[in-house]
């Protein structure tokens, strides 16, 4: 980028003064296992890619998210990543209960959209490996969190987006929860922060298990 600084002097000349400003990377310059970076996590990764069509469906449409700069549109795309992956790899037509010990409430089976999602992402979360209220907050719990994530899926996929304001959003039974995700300000959304975390948590997890086998 470069940045031009103009000066009027007193006899109405112009003094100019340019600055090339050479952007350059100033991240992690560090590589391997110290930066995060795991090659035999990459490997099984590549070969759960390669194996499996569906997973590689997936992980487009996560990478489509996060490109995205519409929240709305985030919220849809990544609401297909889970609802694609729980149709596979949920049985339809189970009783799905919340980490909490108690039954989903209403309409509860795996037949159903939020539910089935909901028995996908809480196989990830237990003693031991993912904690839950961190990873989903500001939500109180993966329940709230599944509701309102789903809640903004059903407004982009229906009305383009989550507008406050539309009396027939808010004739909506999904309007409440839908509003409750709505951030207070800023350019960060922290309920789709924590859709995106959650996301890449199951992504990984189905990535490791279908490359390991993809591997052996």
């Not at 951030?183 to 390991?212: C, H, K, T």
Request: aromatic fraction near 8%; hydrophobic fraction near 40%; include cysteine.
């Amino acid at each position: 980028m470069t940045t031009v600084i103009e000066q009027r002097q007193p006899d109405d000349s112009i003094k100019h003064r340019i600055y090339v400003e050479d952007a350059s990377y100033g991240g992690n310059l560090l590589g391997g296992f110290i930066s995060g970076e795991d090659q035999g996590q990459l490997l099984a990764q590549g070969a759960a890619m390669r194996s499996d069509p569906l997973l590689r469906l997936c992980v487009d449409l996560y990478a489509e998210a996060l490109a995205d700069p519409s929240h709305d549109a985030r919220y849809l795309r990544l609401w297909s990543v889970v609802e694609t992956l729980s149709g596979a790899r949920v049985p339809a037509g189970q009783t799905v209960m919340r980490l909490d010990g108690t039954t989903w409430p209403g309409s509860h089976s795996t037949t159903d959209a939020a539910p089935r999602a909901y028995a996908l992402i809480a196989s990830v979360f237990g003693p031991g490996s993912v904690d839950e209220s961190s990873s989903v907050a500001p939500a109180s719990d993966l329940y709230e969190a599944v509701c309102g994530w789903y809640a903004r899926r059903n407004a982009t996929g229906h009305y383009g987006r989550f507008d406050p304001t539309d009396a027939r959003q808010q004739a909506q039974r999904w309007f409440a929860r839908a509003q409750q995700t709505v951030s207070s300000g800023g350019p960060r959304d922290p309920w789709l922060m924590a859709f995106e975390r959650v996301a890449a948590l199951v992504l990984n997890r189905e990535l490791m298990s279908a490359g390991r086998s993809a591997i052996q």
